[in-house]
T-cell receptor, first 113, second 119 residues
Framework: DAKTTQPPSMDCAEGRAANLPCNHSTISGNEYVYWYRQIHSQGPQYIIHGLKNNETNEMASLIITEDRKSSTLILPHATLRDTAVYYCIVRPYSGAGSYQLTFGKGTKLSVIP | GAVVSQHPSRVICKSGTSVKIECRSLDFQATTMFWYRQFPKQSLMLMATSNEGSKATYEQGVEKDKFLINHASLTLSTLTVTSAHPEDSSFYIC???????????????FGAGTRLSVL
């Protein structure tokens, strides 16, 4: 899997947008960007994934740069329940290596009242 | 998203006993399930990959005779920690991978985790 680099921690005011960056400069053409989050003492939760186009779902938006070397996860209106560790992971969508997720240290997002 | 149920959520046992943890995919058939372990303030580490009807594939450094994995059906995988010792105390998490072409689109969905404390 391509390595990712994320800031260890970030703060965000409640109600504001949380923008979490991720660098994946060695990403391959067949690798997708996945985002998961882990709220304290729970299993990780899938958020969103994308290849090269920007993606949006009910939880978040994913913005991938044109060269695909970095991406940003956007939580449009952060709430206290969004406080968690956010993991950015790249891996192939199918074929060899597509089954496993390799978790780094992630970004600990603290949403402040 | 798809639902993965993990049971029990917490278990306390004496040293030397065995503990079984169940992982069920509730609304999809999972040909592949995964078992992770997470120590305090650390990230998740993959222990093994479990394929339905075949032997699990263990990551380097994980003792297969100590961590027994059974994936007898498309909706159930079990992890048995045999002869548990205090150093096995950890947070164990399973995940299930929905097959390609399903609504879940090849995404891994995680259980809530099992906190094992060995006294």
């Amino acid at each position: 899997d391509a390595k990712t680099t994320q800031p260890p921690s970030m703060d965000c005011a409640e109600g504001r947008a949380a923008n979490l960056p991720c660098n994946h400069s060695t990403i391959s053409g067949n690798e997708y960007v996945y985002w998961y989050r882990q709220i304290h003492s729970q299993g990780p939760q899938y958020i969103i994934h994308g290849l090269k186009n920007n993606e949006t779902n009910e939880m978040a938006s994913l913005i991938i740069t044109e060269d695909r070397k970095s991406s940003t996860l956007i939580l449009p209106h952060a709430t206290l329940r969004d406080t968690a560790v956010y993991y950015c992971i790249v891996r192939p969508y199918s074929g060899a290596g597509s089954y496993q997720l390799t978790f780094g240290k992630g970004t600990k997002l603290s949403v402040i009242p | 998203g798809a639902v993965v149920s993990q049971h029990p959520s917490r278990v306390i046992c004496k040293s030397g006993t065995s503990v079984k943890i169940e992982c069920r995919s509730l609304d999809f058939q999972a040909t592949t399930m995964f078992w992770y372990r997470q120590f305090p303030k650390q990230s998740l580490m993959l222990m093994a990959t479990s394929n339905e009807g075949s032997k699990a594939t263990y990551e380097q450094g994980v003792e297969k005779d100590k961590f027994l994995i059974n994936h007898a059906s498309l909706t159930l995988s079990t992890l048995t920690v045999t002869s548990a010792h205090p150093e096995d105390s950890s947070f164990y998490i399973c995940s299930a991978r929905a097959p390609s072409g399903s609504i879940a689109k090849n995404i891994q969905y995680f259980g809530a985790g099992t906190r094992l404390s060995v006294l």
